[in-house]
């Protein structure tokens, strides 16, 4: 897909969410497109429907009105394992949670995700260990989450979600359980993945200190997109060479 293609196409998306007889709009006629290449971060208060936009662009969720179109393909008009397929193969996750499985290594929590779309072992190895080495854990493959800081797991898993080389990673709140030093940190990974490689990534955040720093600021409020402004941020520099304990 060329970059000037859009990659991410959401129109009049609607989620309601039901419980009994009280119903709650989360998203209300939402529209966005998405490039490749562009970092875009989505910011607004608590409730604003930030993790709702993530999970229903990405098809975690279901809609309950609109289109999602994303790498050319209408997301709701798939079954359900076609639709997971399409997500393994073309989108990342980072979250808050790591969400990293306990008794694996850094390296085998990389691979796999790869393994289970049909990557050779071999191959996975490969691409995991390359993975880590490019997010500064070269030197951690064989460590488990309970041996690693919090800046370190969170490492582990952009490497995770990046070594399938998606089309787009959703990131949500990705530094919100580390400390201001490993929030930085992960951010000017995210960055410079994006800035030197292209790669596209959305990222929710309620830090306005990381709402700063991506080109493409979207804000929410009550289900709704209200701004979306493009701003001028420093380059993202190399990696910084300090430990990450």
């Given at each position: 897909?060329?970059?000037?293609?859009?990659?991410?196409?959401?129109?009049?998306?609607?989620?309601?969410?039901?419980?009994?007889?009280?119903?709650?709009?989360?998203?209300?006629?939402?529209?966005?497109?998405?490039?490749?290449?562009?970092?875009?971060?989505?910011?607004?208060?608590?409730?604003?429907?930030?993790?709702?936009?993530?999970?229903?662009?990405?098809?975690?969720?279901?809609?309950?009105?609109?289109?999602?179109?994303?790498?050319?393909?209408?997301?709701?008009?798939?079954?359900?394992?076609?639709?997971?397929?399409?997500?393994?193969?073309?989108?990342?996750?980072?979250?808050?949670?790591?969400?990293?499985?306990?008794?694996?290594?850094?390296?085998?929590?990389v691979e796999l995700p790869l393994l289970?779309?049909?990557?050779?072992?071999?191959?996975?190895?490969?691409?995991?260990?390359?993975?880590?080495?490019r997010v500064g854990l070269g030197h951690?493959?064989?460590?488990?989450?309970?041996?690693?800081?919090?800046?370190?797991?969170?490492?582990?898993?952009?490497?995770?979600?990046?070594?399938?080389?998606?089309?787009?990673?959703?990131?949500?709140?990705?530094?919100?359980?580390?400390?201001?030093?490993?929030?930085?940190?992960?951010?000017?990974?995210?960055?410079?993945?994006?800035?030197?490689?292209?790669?596209?990534?959305?990222?929710?955040?309620?830090?306005?200190?990381?709402?700063?720093?991506?080109?493409?600021?979207?804000?929410?409020?009550?289900?709704?997109?209200?701004?979306?402004?493009?701003?001028?941020?420093?380059a993202p520099g190399p990696m910084p060479?300090?430990?990450?304990?």
């Amino acid at each position: 897909m060329g970059r000037n293609q859009p990659l991410l196409i959401a129109t009049g998306v609607r989620k309601v969410y039901r419980t009994g007889s009280v119903a709650v709009t989360a998203l209300l006629d939402l529209d966005l497109v998405v490039h490749p290449g562009e970092l875009v971060g989505v910011m607004g208060p608590s409730g604003s429907g930030k993790t709702t936009l993530l999970n229903c662009l990405s098809g975690l969720d279901d809609i309950d009105g609109g289109r999602v179109e994303v790498d050319g393909h209408d997301l709701f008009a798939m079954s359900d394992a076609a639709r997971t397929e399409h997500r393994a193969r073309t989108m990342g996750f980072v979250f808050q949670a790591f969400n990293l499985i306990p008794v694996f290594s850094a390296a085998e929590n990389v691979e796999l995700p790869l393994l289970l779309v049909g990557t050779r072992p071999r191959e996975a190895r490969r691409r995991a260990l390359a993975m880590l080495d490019r997010v500064g854990l070269g030197h951690r493959v064989h460590h488990r989450p309970n041996e690693m800081s919090g800046g370190e797991q969170q490492r582990v898993t952009i490497a995770r979600a990046l070594a399938g080389r998606p089309a787009i990673v959703w990131a949500d709140e990705p530094t919100g359980n580390l400390d201001s030093a490993m929030a930085i940190q992960v951010m000017d990974l995210l960055c410079e993945l994006n800035g030197d490689e292209g790669q596209t990534i959305v990222l929710v955040t309620h830090d306005s200190a990381i709402g700063a720093r991506v080109p493409r600021l979207i804000r929410m409020r009550d289900g709704r997109l209200v701004d979306d402004v493009r701003q001028r941020v420093p380059a993202p520099g190399p990696m910084p060479n300090v430990p990450t304990g």
